[in-house]
């Protein structure tokens, strides 16, 4: 995607010409309820302590009562909470309130601007977003501003470890609020392979001394191991991978080009005390989390929801305008038989058009995908436009488009995450194999429990995702103590990557519910056992 510069004085008119009644965009659907907590994340001392926060989302069943389980998600790969809002709601509701779901937010969206967004949604105007953050406009006296490159050095310090203790703090306060009730986490791709960090973590020993060995030289368990904290795990379509080459400490410290993508900076370039030396701390690649692609993507959203079936306006993608409207815009971003990224992936269906077959890059769709970028209106229309699923007759998808733009929209939250820090990239790479007990990595991490990890495991791919085949568990089963009859394992075929947070009808609720069940049943036993 490509970004350029309106003038604010015609966006203003943009804004002017459309002014319309403001209107509340933050109820959820009757039932279930939605509740924003703030709480005091990891004490990161080069950080202002107001940013030293974590926010939970907590979704729950209104006069339901104390629930008996409590199921705590993070969102995977520059992703916000608001991914996990069509899941949660679907399996607090499918409960009958007996689950409580948590979902944690990532500690950068607290620097992310979000009046344009906002704005747009309360005069029911997304003229307001395009203004704000591409044409200078002023809401409220202030002016979007990107983050300056030397703004937020703190952020270089946001690795593996800060984010481990910012889920581990909601972790503790769902178990303050309900102590009675059994925690499980989860999560979604990169939030899943965080949920089995979460559980091979020494809290204890971070930063400190070495673990200290039993017989053999494994280190011996540890009382902050964090599965102490849990009941069980929930992954979906992310899982530790084994066969991805680890980062050397030289890397680890000095940088490294990847074929394919642009250099990861090192850690000794991202906390230089020299600013010309210093590189920012978050991603800005053409390839990986780039802010511009994120707020771009919010925008289209909030034109998609409200205006659907008037013709974009969007200056910016694709390169070559194209006489569609906004809601097929975004549709075709999110489509499987579209986007060529198969992280992005949601099986919405397709708009209604004539559309050239390209190559796909994933090797998901053997007929290829539609190419967007030269695509045409059917015959006799004069807009590329998007059907609306009909109640009735068969969805074009698992996921309904309508109902995740007010799931990427839903007010207090954030679909993206607009800023990802460089430093928790390489902790992952320098703990991808889930062993940091060498002199160099713990002076870092402390990913040394993971041998000792018994905890019930759900595992719950995409065929047409990340974890498309059971074998593609073997090697983070292969790492852990529980036993095989305690590892589940399903994958969802015809499921793409995102379909596991958005769909309908969610294969993944009954599936995520039942094991929970059985994991609470197990747990009693094990109690009432003499």
């Known amino acids: 995607m490509t970004s350029c510069r309106l003038t604010g004085a015609l966006l203003l008119a943009l804004v002017l010409v459309f002014p319309q009644g403001r209107a509340g965009a933050d109820a959820l659907p009757a039932g279930i309820a939605r509740e924003r907590i703030e709480l005091a994340g990891a004490d990161e001392p080069h950080t202002p302590p107001h940013l030293n926060r974590i926010v939970a989302f907590r979704y729950f069943a209104p006069g ?4 008996e389980e409590l199921l705590v998600l993070v969102p995977g790969l520059n992703s916000g909470p608001n991914t996990f809002d069509l899941l949660a709601r679907a399996l607090t509701a499918a409960s009958g309130g007996r689950l409580s779901v948590w979902v944690t937010e990532p500690r950068g969206t607290l620097l992310q601007d979000r009046r344009g967004i906002e704005a747009a949604l309360a005069y029911r105007n997304p003229d307001f ?3 704000y953050y591409y044409g200078n406009f ?5 002016r979007f501003r990107p983050l300056p490159r030397d703004a937020t050095p703190y952020a270089a310090y946001w690795g593996l470890d800060v984010h481990l203790r910012d889920i581990r703090a909601v972790v503790q306060q769902a178990r303050r609020r309900f102590p009675g009730a059994p925690i499980l986490l989860g999560g979604h791709s990169l939030g899943a392979i965080m949920a089995a960090m979460y559980a091979a973590y020494d809290f204890d020993r971070v930063p400190g001394p070495a673990p200290v060995p039993q017989s053999g030289g494994v280190p011996a ?16 379509d992310g899982v530790p991978l084994g066969g991805i080459p680890r980062l050397s400490p030289r890397q680890y410290l000095h940088g490294v080009w990847i074929p394919g993508f642009s250099r990861f900076p090192g850690v000794d370039q991202l906390t230089s005390a020299d600013p010309r030396r210093r590189v ?5 690649t053409s390839e990986l989390a ?6 771009l993507f919010d925008v289209i959203a909030t034109y998609a929801y409200l205006r659907p079936q008037e013709p974009s306006h969007n200056p910016f993608y694709p390169k070559r305008r194209l006489p569609i409207t906004n809601e097929a815009l975004l549709g ?7 986007q060529p990224d198969l992280f992005i992936r949601a099986s919405v269906g397709r708009p209604l058009g004539v559309f050239p077959r390209i190559p796909d890059p994933a090797n998901a769709n053997p007929g290829g995908l539609l190419d967007l970028e030269h695509g045409r209106p059917a015959p006799g229309q004069t807009l590329i436009r998007w059907l609306p699923y009909e109640p009735g007759h068969a969805p074009p998808g698992h996921v309904d488009l309508r109902a995740l733009e007010e799931a990427i929209l839903r007010p207090g939250g954030d679909f993206t995450q607009w800023y990802m820090p460089w430093r928790l990239l390489l902790d992952l790479g320098l703990a991808i194999h889930l062993d940091t007990s060498d002199a160099f990595a713990r002076q870092f991490l402390s990913l040394t429990q993971v041998r000792y990890t018994t905890l019930p495991v759900l595992i719950i791919g995409a065929g047409l995702g990340l974890v498309r085949r059971p074998g593609d568990t073997l090697f983070y089963r292969s790492l852990i103590r529980t036993p095989p009859r305690d590892v589940t394992v399903r994958v969802l075929r015809g499921y793409t990557h995102l379909d596991l947070e958005d769909a309908t009808d969610n294969e993944a609720v009954p599936l995520i519910l039942g094991w929970a069940a059985s994991v609470l049943d197990a747990g009693m036993d094990r109690r009432s056992s003499p």
Not at 221 to 232: K, Y
Not at 290 to 295: A, L
Not at 332 to 338: F, G, N, T
């Open 221 to 236: 368990p540890s009382p902050g191991s964090g599965a102490r904290d849990l009941r069980g795990l929930v992954m979906l």
């Open 290 to 295: 780039r802010t511009q692609d994120s707020i």
């Open 64 to 67: 339901a009562g104390v629930p």
């Open 332 to 338: 075709a971003v999110l489509s499987d038989r579209m």
């Open 280 to 284: 920012g701390p978050f991603t800005e």
């Open 138 to 142: 002023a809401i409220d006296g202030h």
């Open 129 to 131: 977003a395009l203004a």
